[in-house]
T-cell receptor, first 112, second 107 residues
Framework: DAGITQSPRYKITETGRQVTLMCHQT?????MFWYRQDLGHGLRLIYY???????DKGEVPDGYVVSRSKTENFPLTLESATRSQTSVYFC???????????FGEGSRLTVL | GQNIDQPTEMTATEGAIVQINCTYQ??????LFWYQQHAGEAPTFLSY????GLEEKGRFSSFLSRSKGYSYLLLKELQMKDSASYLC????????FGKGTRLHILP
């Protein structure tokens, strides 16, 4: 199906483990973004990518790694998860004439 | 740096009109978004303003003044389903969001 999909939708892990959140979009949008959303903070930008093989830091990049080897995929990796990374993570992409930023459904991550 | 401010919470009555303001200070500007987000869901697109002025889309309108670093979202004929958070975001290269305004609608 066309759109932007995230997986897993729900994940529970332990402190120190590596976790990868996947994001896939079918539109060939150039720009993709990762946000985290916590109560009292709104949506905060972690990393973004302007095209394949081009990534850049956002507001809160520490503890996260991204890659963009293909235009349609933008995985986010927590190399050693911490409790403070418990959050809801949203992937988004932008393109088209309306300039609309399309969001995935979100991935809820709990780090114990 | 970038700074985007919007009120934390607002309350309005069903059937009324409410205006949610957003002010921003950014190093660059390519456009301003408004999104609606219900609890537990992903944000949904409302508007994207690039040029100054008012854009109307049904019950929702969005205004932009680039010289003042100011935008507002106007919601008319409020309905209970409009109870949600409203997010303002600015694009230069990246897209940065404000903390959102939680709107409560009273019957």
């Amino acid at each position: 199906d066309a759109g932007i999909t995230q997986s897993p939708r729900y994940k529970i892990t332990e402190t120190g483990r590596q976790v990868t959140l996947m994001c896939h979009q079918t539109w060939s949008h150039s720009y993709m973004f990762w946000y985290r959303q916590d109560l009292g903070h709104g949506l905060r930008l972690i990393y973004y990518s302007a095209a394949a093989d081009i990534t850049d830091k956002g507001e809160v990049p520490d503890g996260y790694v991204v890659s963009r080897s293909k235009t349609e995929n933008f995985p986010l990796t927590l190399e050693s998860a911490t409790r403070s990374q418990t959050s809801v993570y949203f992937c988004a992409s932008i393109g088209g004439g309306t300039g609309e930023l399309f969001f995935g459904e979100g991935s809820r991550l709990t780090v114990l | 740096g970038q700074n985007i401010d919007q009120p934390t919470e607002m309350t309005a009555t069903e059937g009324a009109i409410v205006q949610i303001n957003c002010t921003y200070q950014t190093s660059g500007f390519n456009g301003l978004f408004w999104y609606q987000q219900h609890a537990g869901e992903a944000p949904t697109f409302l508007s994207y303003n690039v040029l100054d002025g008012l854009e109307e889309k049904g019950r929702f309108s969005s205004f932009l003044s680039r010289s003042k670093g100011y935008s507002y979202l106007l919601l008319k004929e409020l309905q209970m389903k409009d109870s949600a958070s409203y997010l303002c975001a600015v694009r230069d290269d990246k897209i940065i969001f404000g903390k959102g305004t939680r709107l409560h609608i009273l019957p």
